[in-house]
């Protein structure tokens, strides 16, 4: 199918007419591309097999990623650069005159996540194949993944994803795997053999149908899989209205939950989480016993990773099987239970903490209820052996307490390994959040720093920088990233440094001109494009950015001498549905964008974007435009970010707080190639502790700030006074969570700082080349093969090719 240009345009003739029943001038760009895609799904299922046939048959451990997100955007493109295809099918294509990035551009992002950690277990599962290590995901397939967000008069409106649509062509359905899952009923318990039996009465089933994605891994031999999971009705039919629960089903698996960070305790949420957990366990054992004689061994053979809470149910969906189908005893039950299953947490904030009312998780899933209550119990029975009498203490680690299930407790107690995604996210989990857990089970916790796929997040997106890294030193960065320190050897260089510099200039061409195409704005190629896109969310402070503008806008007409290199102010995000704040925030930003595009004088420094829907495949045009990346979280919010590395791998100069992982940025770099500004965590968490901020204060002694502010609720914008209200109350009225007018000046100065950089446009260069050089530790292959060794003992295999 591919072993020539000729034999590749022959076959894909072939397959079209067959697949279609059409003549190729008939076809549309999107029959073109699933002719594609189909090709080359069929072309890999042979190294798929292969690798699936030598997992089953020399019992190497494997490991499961459990997610309730997998953001995986399109495939084509990076499947075909993995298989080493992609420049032959361009030329075939071209015989046939048709465009391979146009069929690239035909493909639907798969969006089946909202942000970070959604994208994290794609990265992730590419570095696992990427690197011949035996792992898989298990999610659920989403009819309708994150919404479209289209912006209508500065608001945003939100439209139903359609990713499937027109069917996927990298899936296949797995009919002889489903398997079912059991909700509601009631908990009979009853004596065998002197040993205590449960059994669900009047419970109601559902089936779950897996469909598998081929991950290929680059240049190996080794696919993996992910499995994701839709629910059906099942044949077994209910006591009730066969509509009523045909439609209640398939909900299951309709839409991906929009929501980051802040919980909504909808019922239909619970049931995604045990629908996806319940599913995924059950096959796992079932496939381990039909290889492996004794369940004793689990641990040695199959390793199970949390993403986040929301597949923490695994715990005692694991449980049940084992006790209530596999008849082993507790003890045996739990130590298998607890070797085999790791959590990664992702977040401090409170309200992103899973808790489950007892009244709705009971009645949904009673017997998993019960071993739950039962896991509680054994646990503070041994809490109280460790400290007697201190009831303070254990009723602050119980697992179920106030009338609530604690999802993070759950994971921690059921679990061999606890990890945070950044260093200091780990230091604020245990000195902080989970103190009393890290006391009690210190060796349990881990540090595991993020990483991006450096194959999608630079070799993909930015050929350009590619062909000019490969050029200067060569192509071994791509199997080890941290090679790319060898360009610090090119940073003195002339001709480099002009290429380099050449590199920024073309992809700031092609968003510009993404942008003169989507919003009919001019933006200047030569201004500094200056970046933020990630979740709307007040504590990533997209806020203080807007604020910013407000002021350098305010000082350009108040100061016919004030003068800045001209700057282009991007944003991309979407806001949470129900997040009313948030999409306040959005709307600013349109209004402020108004005002100062629009001014005849100001317009000439500063331009506001915002590029509507921002999602994995709009980033990949993104990030390599980027001169200035903005990560100017409140410090100890933002657990890792990830975004921030996307940037700097592609020469961005960050422009950041000391949070999350901005911190191993700046240990990368130093301090002379990124922009640091604003309060420490430390200073924030203490201002926390002892209420001694006061906004107003600022709000008096600082009239820049005094002069924004006043903006958002007089006559300023025209619109009614009250549209920013909800703004002016979050930073005066209730005193500033986020500490922006704390930072604000601090945030002017390193713009200052910045602005006065980027006049020497060589030093630029050489801080940008810097930031690439340094981005190797970044790559998710070093995250997982720190998690391959210290938390799932894994290893690589090697596939010798028939
Ligand atoms: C509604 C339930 C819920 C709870 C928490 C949804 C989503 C969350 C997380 C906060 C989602 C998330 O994306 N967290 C991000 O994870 C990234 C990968 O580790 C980190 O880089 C980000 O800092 C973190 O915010």
Known sequence: MFSSVDEFVRSYKEKLEHMHGKQLAECNSREQYETLG?????????????????????????????????????????NLIHLGIRELCEEG???????????????????????????????????????????????????????????????????????????NVWEVRRDDQIVQVTFGGEVETYYSKDRLEFRLNGAETISAVPYDLPIIGYRTNTINSLRLWSAEPSSHSPNRSLMKYKIETE?????????????????????QQYFLVSASIQRILASYKEQNSSLLE??????????????????????????????LDWDTAWDITTKTISYTNHTTLSEALEKWQIDLFKPLLPRIYLIVEEINERYCAKLWEKYPGDWQRIEQMAIIAHGVVKMAHLAIVGSHSVNGVAEMHTDILKKREMRLFYEYEPNKFNNKTNGITHR???????????????????????????????????????????????????????????IHYKNGISIDHSSIFDIQVKRMHAYKRQLLNVLHIMYLYNRLKEDSRFEIHPRTFIFGAKASPG????????????????????????????????????????????????????????????????????FMMNGAITLGTLDGANIEILNEVGEENLFIFGLTAEEVLSYYQNGGYK??????????????????????????????????????????????LRDFSSYVDAHERLNNAYLDKTKWSKMSVHNVAKSGYFTSDRTIRQYAEDIWNIEQHTLHHS
């Open 93 to 167: 294509l071209k015989r046939l005159g048709i465009s391979l990035t146009g069929l690239e551009e035909v493909e639907c992002d798969a969006g089946l996540g909202n942000g970070g950690l959604g994208r994290l277990a794609a990265c992730f599962l590419d570095s696992l194949a990427s690197q011949d290590l035996p792992g898989h995901g298990c999610g659920i397939r989403y009819k309708h993944g994150l919404f479209d967000q289209r912006i209508v008069d500065g608001y945003q409106v939100e439209l139903p994803e359609q990713w499937l649509k027109y069917g």
């Open 695 to 740: 906004s107003s204060d600022y709000y008096h002694h600082d009239t820049r700030i005094k002069k924004v502010l006043d903006q958002l609720i007089g006559d300023y914008f025209p619109l009614p006074s009250v549209e920013f209200e909800p703004i002016y109350d979050s930073l005066m009225s209730y005193n500033d969570e986020y500490f922006l």
């Open 298 to 327: 689990l641990p040695d053979q199959v390793a199970i990773h949390i993403n986040d809470t929301h597949p923490v149910l695994a715990i005692p969906e694991m449980m049940r099987i084992l006790i209530d189908e596999e008849k």
């Open 579 to 646: 997040y009313y704040y948030a999409k306040k925030i959005i709307k600013l930003i349109h209004s402020v964008a108004e005002i100062v595009n629009n001014d005849p004088y100001v317009k000439n420094f500063i331009k506001v974007i915002f590029i509507e829907n921002f999602r994995v495949s709009l980033g990949e045009i993104i990030y390599p435009a980027a001169d200035v990346s903005e990560q100017i979280s409140t410090a100890s919010k933002e657990a890792s970010g990830t975004g921030n590395m996307k």
């Open 251 to 271: 909900a299951v698996s309709e839409f991906l939950y929009p929501d980051d960070t802040h919980i909504d305790g909808k019922i239909l949420r619970l049931k």
């Open 38 to 78: 189909t090709m080359v799904r069929e072309y890999c299922s042979r190294d798929w097999l292969a690798t699936m046939e030598k997992y089953r048959y020399e019992k190497q451990k494997q490991v499961y990623y459990l997610s309730i997100e997998f953001l995986l955007g399109k495939l084509l493109k990076s």
């Open 456 to 514: 999608r997040w630079l070799l993909q997106c930015n050929p350009e920088l590619t062909s000019l890294i490969n050029y200067s030193i060569g192509d071994a960065w791509i199997k080890d990233p941290t090679k790319l320190v060898e360009l610090l050897n090119w940073k003195e260089d002339r001709v480099f440094l002009n290429d380099f510099a050449d590199v920024k200039r073309k992809r700031k061409t092609i968003l510009a001109n993404y």
